[in-house]
């Protein structure tokens, strides 16, 4: 089985999604050392647990690297990674970014850097989509043009994440919105992933629906919407992995550089870091995932 590390590089971004998971903490105090400490972590990582190496932010494409002055240290743990997939230590490099900028310049540099390094195949663009609450009609705009032209120009591969909201069930069992015709225009894959409170925040779901409306699925409606997709021929497998992707974060929480274990058995539904009242349904402290597993098991 093929485990995957990220690493979270910093957490600035431009975007201000309402639910953004850095939400109310505390950026790093020194990036540019933090930066140097992945450069040599990258040398040391045990390659025959972790084959999948990500970065995440914030947002590294959208002024980000002239912002905070760290560009050429950019740059050198690419070149680090890209050694480590030469190697075939690294099988596959996994990179976040929102696609939600104006200018090209930042991601298109960082494309050609891995096509001159000869990565690009071995690179996965991670990237979100959401029905509510994380574009406007500009920043919308950007994203779809972004996707497309990328696509075209370069054949990226695009792994899309979309919040499973209650906005997003009630599109799916409105016929509004269709993953399959979704994935197809804009060529990419889709994986899902349980609303949660900001974690920086310390509210519980009710608290935060108040402001972010239509954010946390009913669960009669959930239901629905996995039942219609299941008889749409819809592979609900999908559905299985709703919590972080990743099997271990090195990121800060709340200002503290945290090495996060995300899947135990243990905290099989839920990140660690998580509280059941801050996760999932609206109208239930049930665990989604395991209404997806117990929906399985009954057809
Ligand atoms: S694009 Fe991502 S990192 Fe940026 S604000 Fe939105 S959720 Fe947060």
Not at 64 to 76: A, H, R
Not at 139 to 150: E, R, V
Not at 274 to 298: A, C, T
Request: one cysteine or more; aromatic letters at 14%; charged letters at 30%.
């Amino acid at each position: 089985m093929k485990n995957f590390l990220q690493y979270e590089l910093w957490k600035n971004c431009n975007n201000r999604c309402k639910f953004c998971y850095n939400l109310g903490q505390k950026n790093y105090s020194d990036i540019k050392n933090r930066l140097r400490t992945i450069i040599e972590d990258i040398k040391n990582i045990d390659y025959k647990k972790f084959s999948d190496f990500g970065i995440t932010g914030g947002e590294f494409f959208d002024g980000q690297l002239d912002e905070l002055n760290l560009k050429s240290d950019f740059y050198i743990l690419i070149n680090e990674i890209c050694k480590k997939i030469k190697e075939k230590k690294i099988i596959r490099f996994l990179v976040n970014t929102s696609f939600i900028y104006k200018s090209r310049d930042d991601i298109i540099f960082f494309i050609e850097t891995l096509k001159r390094n000869k990565c690009l195949t071995e690179t996965l663009f991670c990237t979100s989509f959401d029905t509510i609450h994380r574009f406007n009609e500009s920043s919308l705009k950007t994203w779809k043009d972004n996707m497309k032209f990328l696509y075209k120009k370069y054949k990226i591969r695009i792994h899309t994440e979309i919040i499973i909201t209650n906005d997003f069930c009630k599109k799916i069992l409105n016929d509004e919105f269709n993953i399959i015709d979704f994935q197809n225009k804009y060529h990419t894959f889709v994986d899902f992933i349980q609303p949660a409170v900001p974690y920086g925040l310390n509210k519980t779901k009710k608290e935060f629906e108040k402001t972010v409306k239509n954010f946390f699925p009913e669960r009669k409606i959930f239901l629905s919407t996995i039942k219609k997709l299941q008889n749409m021929g819809y592979d609900l497998t999908r559905f299985l992995s709703i919590d972080d992707h990743a099997d271990e974060t090195h990121c800060v929480l709340n200002g503290k550089i945290k090495n996060v274990k995300n899947r135990t058995i243990l905290e099989k539904y839920i990140s660690p870091y998580r509280k059941p009242n801050q996760v999932g349904y609206i109208d239930s402290d049930k665990f989604m995932r395991e209404d997806v597993e117990l929906f399985l098991l009954d057809v």
